[in-house]
Structures are given as C-alpha cells and as structure tokens.
C-alpha cells in the first residue's frame, strides 16, 4: 500500500505542475462517474494500480519468459515470427494498427500459453451441492482446476506435448483456458495480449535470444508458473537477413 500509494501521489503532483498526463494512471485519475461526476475515491485507485502492478506485470513477464524460451528452442518458429515481423514492421516501432497483421505472431503467444500458461493453477468455491462428471460436489468445496494440464490433455489436442503454433490458425480449443472462462474470465486478457504481441515483436525484430549453455529451465509450480532457475539468455544483436 504505502507503494501504490506513493505512486498515485507523485502522479497527482506531477499533474498539478505539469496538466494531466497521457498514461494509465493519469487516466484512472480523471476517470468520472457517469452518473454523479465523482471521481475513484483512493480505494478504488489503490486497487486498480495494485492490479495493475500485479496481475497486469507478473502474469505477462511469465509469459514472455516462457515464449522466448520456446522460440530459443525452436529455430523454425523463431525464423517465421521475424519474417511475420519484418514484413510488417521494417524497421519502425510497432503500433495498435499493427497487431491485426501480426496473425503467427499471436498464435506464437497462445501455443506457448498453451504449454506454460502463467496461471497454471485455478481455484473455485461451490456455492451450492452439485454434480459433475459423476462427482459429488458439496456446497463450500473447493474445486481446482489446472490449466496446465488441461492443456497438455490428449483427448483436446493434437501432440499435446509439441510447441505448435499453427495449431491455432484454427478456432482455439474449448480446452484453452489460460484467462480463465465464463463469468470470471480474466478481464485484462486483451490487456496482457497486447503487451506480449507489442514486446515479442519488437524483441525479434531486433535480437536474436539463444539459451546460456548449461542453463537448466524447469518449471516453478507456484502462484504462477515461473522457471524455477531464471531465464539466462545470451543477446545477439542484429539479427541478419
């Protein structure tokens, strides 16, 4: 809290020296109620820049993570996505008009949410006794569901186990769930997906990442799915023709 709260600080004195700014938390600040004008109140600012700051930073820092790693292992892939890249963008800095044309590039990020998804592990109370599958469920249980699994499942997926990310040039699988489904799906979703298309694209479109020699990666189960290791990487500039 005392964080975040710093944070909304500086930001409201730098706007009373300098006029409103043009980020995010500028914008939660002028934000007004449609109804009576008002402004968030410190809580509601509070909770929007800790989410921000928490699920909107660490979730998709994982899952660059992991798509950098494939793509180190996985040449092919690599020399297709840049191609998409320089196709696209040349030299220039990628904008949201972009995105629409960068098609393997996205399918590169679901493929690899698909085998490393950055919350690998879902929890839901039953709010009443039910039935499913057979099982009984009473009402105050938890139910756990992982996505990790049920995206590695053979009876959803084609060589569960291989990195593919032609496989969703097609209508994704019902099975593919690394924002979660239904009433509770994660609302920054098209949020992380522009950061991650935005990020892998510039990255490409610049360097080349190869695995540090004897760097082991291992996956880290824990509130989200890290590598339990770090990510040690060797930087190559200038990536070629």
Not at 61 to 69: C, D, V
Not at 207 to 220: D, S, T
């Amino acid at each position: 809290d005392a964080v975040v709260f710093r944070i909304i600080d500086q930001q409201r004195r730098a706007e009373t020296a300098n006029g409103p700014g043009r980020g995010l938390l500028s914008m939660l600040l002028h934000i007004q109620d449609e109804e009576t004008g008002a402004p968030l109140t410190d809580v509601q600012l509070r909770n929007a820049t800790l989410t921000l700051l928490l699920a909107g930073h660490e979730t998709t820092a994982n899952a660059l993570t992991w798509i950098f790693y494939l793509l180190s292992q996985h040449p092919a892939v690599e020399c297709e996505l840049r191609n998409e890249v320089r196709a696209v963008l040349g030299e220039r800095v990628p904008t949201l008009d972009d995105l629409p044309r960068l098609d393997y590039t996205k399918m590169v990020i679901k493929e690899a949410m698909r085998l490393y998804p950055p919350i690998w592990i879902i929890e839901r109370r039953v709010i009443a006794d039910d039935t499913v599958g057979g099982y009984h469920l009473p009402a105050g249980s938890a139910v756990v569901i992982a996505p990790y699994l049920l995206h590695r499942h053979p009876d959803f997926w084609d060589r569960p186990e291989t990195f593919d990310p032609g496989r969703f040039a097609k209508r994704g699988a019902a099975a593919y769930i690394p924002f979660g489904a239904g009433p509770r799906y994660c609302i920054g979703s098209e949020f992380a997906m522009l950061e991650a298309q935005l990020i892998t694209a510039m990255v490409v479109q610049s360097f080349r990442l190869e695995l540090a020699p004897g760097h082991r990666v291992e996956p880290w189960l824990n509130i989200t799915l890290r590598t339990r290791h770090g990510l040690r990487m060797l930087l190559h500039p200038g990536v070629g023709p």
